[in-house]
C-alpha cells in the first residue's frame, strides 16, 4: 500500500488567527503523533510569523483518512475553520 504524503503551508491572515494555533497546535499535534498510521507530522513556524510549515507523512490511505475524520470533528479543526492552507498529497510508493 503506497504512504500518503501531504506537504505546505498553513496561511494566517492575521496575528488572532496566528494566536488561535499557536494555543491550540500542541494539543493537535500530540493527538495526530499518536493516531495509528501516523509516521510523521510536523507543523513548524516559518521567518513570517503568520505561516506555517506542514509536513505529515500517513502509512496507508486508510491512516491518512481516519486522520483527516478526526481533524474535522476536533477543537483544531473548528478552531482552525477559516485559516488558509496550501496543502500537496500525493501517494508514495513503498
Request: glycine share 4%; with cysteine.
Amino acid at each position: 500500500m503506497p504512504r500518503i504524503q501531504l506537504t505546505g503551508t498553513l496561511i494566517c491572515a492575521n496575528e488572532e488567527q496566528a494566536a488561535i494555533v499557536l494555543t491550540h497546535l500542541p494539543r493537535h499535534v500530540e493527538l495526530t503523533r499518536a493516531e495509528s498510521g501516523c509516521i510523521r507530522f510536523d507543523v513548524t513556524p516559518t521567518a513570517d510569523p503568520l505561516v506555517w510549515d506542514v509536513a505529515e507523512l500517513f502509512a496507508t490511505a486508510e491512516a491518512f483518512r481516519a486522520h483527516q475524520e478526526r481533524v474535522a470533528a476536533s477543537e483544531w479543526g473548528a478552531a482552525t475553520a477559516g485559516i488558509e492552507r496550501k496543502y500537496t498529497i500525493v501517494e508514495l510508493a513503498d
